[in-house]
């Protein structure tokens, strides 16, 4: 009894630790970026383009956008992809050809990210400055949001693929045998049965995706330009917040205002990843709520 | 000549891998009546009743030779429509597997991807169905839930309405009311014996009792063997084969 009562108290703690630490993070990083905040509005800070740390100027809205826009291509050219690929190796593959593609995946999911950056700058790039751009009558270095997209599509996919693969092999052989007795061809199976029943736990490999893109930094940053501009296009650069703040971070830091406004990017990061995975969650509960 | 055998297999073999687990079974299966088919757990009779409407298609490492005819044609003849083959029987399986979709709209799917789309012949249909699966008045009031609310015993006859909706000519049944309560497991029963005017069906079963209320043909399969066949009078009562005595004495099981 009273060993189950230390037990109890132990794992409730550690269950603490997390939340604690998350706090601490978030306090760390707010208290830094309070000083500018004191000097100027939020909303200037947040959606003014100028981004000239010699002149004070600290507006965060090109790496904010460039955030957004390189996570929306990547997931938007992952999502396919990734669907797909699962769904082959689910429902279609045949077992040998399972169980040689799953651990390669598993592979692709653990290479170090600095790999795919080379990868990116060694073939992504001149890819797209050499072929892509021309074909859509555009002059490009290479180094651009779409560059950046389709590595760290690349990056996130092996996670999206691996999960769904696991929570498609999780509809019961009976369900899809129930459907099949009917007359069913295997792809009304698929499209009416398995989808249907695997939906939220497809959207949740989708979100464990989408937050991988959102913090990946250091494949990003080699391939996207890093120009604190809006992007004008998929072939202009762009310059995440990760970029910013792995590459400016520790230095430069005399600058008035610099270190303070790196700090209230990073703030902004994890507000923007904070806001999604509660939205995605809120989405998925009531998703499997309405399913049961 | 007396063709009244709806299904006949001929020198039916089923291996999964290098291991065979049905073994040369040939038998004929009258129409409008219920053949049970009873053995031991692990002597293949759900496979034998995959075998029917070929859901061994879907596994990989199983094998099927010889020929079951179906109103004379072989079923598993290279140019037979696999779909067309699985319409034409009903499946009831062990646990009932409602589609993840509304009560009318499980009805509804079989006749709807078989290319029936208005909306009254629809309504029509499901009504039908539920009818005559006995579940219409329970669930008449709120055919738009989620099928997964219905109690369990619901849901076994959510799946025999569902099976039914497609017209098939035969029901296949595996063990169809383990998974549910006496009071349950009695009204799929009232209904399987109210369906054989109209249907054939095949009912495998590891509860001798069921057998003795249901069969008016019993086939006991022993170790992928096809021991002995007959009306359910002569076999449950008086078997002619030693293992199928052993079997209904409780011997083996």
Redesign the interface.
């Known amino acids: 009894m009273k060993k189950e009562g230390l037990a109890a108290r132990v794992s409730g703690l550690s269950a603490f630790f997390p939340v604690v630490l998350v706090s601490a993070i978030f306090l760390a990083i707010f208290l830094k970026a309070l000083p500018l905040l004191s000097l100027k509005s939020w909303s200037h800070l947040i959606f003014s383009s100028a981004w000239q740390p010699q002149k004070g100027e600290f507006g965060l809205w090109p790496f904010i956008i460039g955030t957004l826009s390189v996570t929306a291509v990547a997931f938007l050219l992952a999502l396919p992809v990734s669907l797909f690929t699962a769904l082959y190796l689910a429902e279609y593959a045949?077992?040998r050809a399972r169980k040689m593609f799953l651990p390669a995946i598993d592979l692709l999911a653990g290479l170090p990210s600095v790999i795919y950056g080379m990868w990116g700058m060694l073939m992504v790039v001149p890819l797209v400055s050499k072929y892509l751009a021309p074909l859509f009558g555009t002059s490009s270095s290479g180094y651009c949001l779409l560059t950046a997209g389709v590595v760290l599509a690349v990056m996130i996919m092996p996670t999206i693929i691996h999960v769904s693969v696991e929570v498609l092999g999780s509809v019961?052989?009976?369900?899809?045998?129930?459907?099949?007795?009917?007359?069913?061809?295997r792809f009304?199976v698929v499209r009416?049965?398995i989808l249907?029943?695997a939906r939220p736990g497809l959207l949740a490999a989708c979100i464990l995706g989408l937050a991988r893109a959102f913090g990946e930094t250091i494949a990003v940053l080699m391939v996207v330009g890093n120009v604190p501009e809006i992007p004008r296009s998929l072939f202009s650069p762009a310059y995440p917040i990760p970029a910013l703040l792995a590459n400016n971070y520790g230095e430069m830091l005399s600058i008035p205002g610099y270190e303070s406004a790196l700090n209230l990017a990073a703030l902004i990061l994890l507000l923007l990843v904070i806001i999604f995975s509660l939205l995605a969650r809120l989405y998925l509960s009531r998703l499997i709520r309405?399913?049961? | 000549m007396v063709d009244h055998g709806r299904i006949s297999l001929k020198g039916v073999n089923v291996f999964y891998g290098k291991n065979q687990v049905l073994k040369d079974i040939s038998l004929n299966i009258p129409a409008h009546s219920i053949t049970v088919i009873i053995g031991p757990s692990g002597c293949g009779k759900t496979t034998l009743l995959k075998c029917f409407?070929r859901?061994l298609d879907?596994v990989?490492e199983a094998r099927v030779e010889g020929e079951i005819l179906f109103d004379g044609q072989n079923i598993y003849a290279p140019e037979v429509d696999v779909?067309?083959v699985?319409?034409r029987?009903?499946?009831l399986?062990?646990?009932p597997?409602v589609?993840?979709?509304s009560i009318y709209e499980n009805v509804a799917?079989?006749p709807r991807?078989?290319g029936l789309q208005n909306k009254k012949k629809i309504d029509h249909v499901v009504e039908k169905y539920l009818r005559l699966a006995g579940l219409w008045d329970e669930v008449k009031a709120r055919l738009s839930e989620?099928a997964?609310?219905l109690s369990i015993g619901q849901q076994q006859r959510l799946?025999l309405a569902?099976?039914l909706a497609?017209e098939p000519e035969i029901l296949?049944c595996d063990e169809p009311t383990s998974a549910l309560d006496p009071q349950s497991s009695r009204n799929v029963e009232a209904q399987l014996l109210r369906l054989k005017e109209n249907y054939t069906i095949v009912l495998v079963t590891h509860i001798l009792r069921q057998a003795r209320r249901l069969a008016d043909y019993v086939a006991f399969l022993y170790l992928g063997e096809l021991i002995e066949f007959g009306p359910a009078s002569e076999v449950l009562t008086s078997p002619q084969d030693p293992r199928t005595r052993a079997y209904i004495t409780g011997e083996i099981s």
């Open positions: 045949p077992n019961p052989v009976s369900l899809k045998e129930a459907a099949l007795a009917l007359g069913a061809t009304e009416y049965v249907k029943k309405r399913s049961v | 409407n859901l879907e990989e779909t067309q699985r319409k029987m009903g499946l399986s062990q646990k597997q589609l993840p979709m799917f079989g991807i078989h989620p997964s609310r799946c569902r099976g497609v296949l």
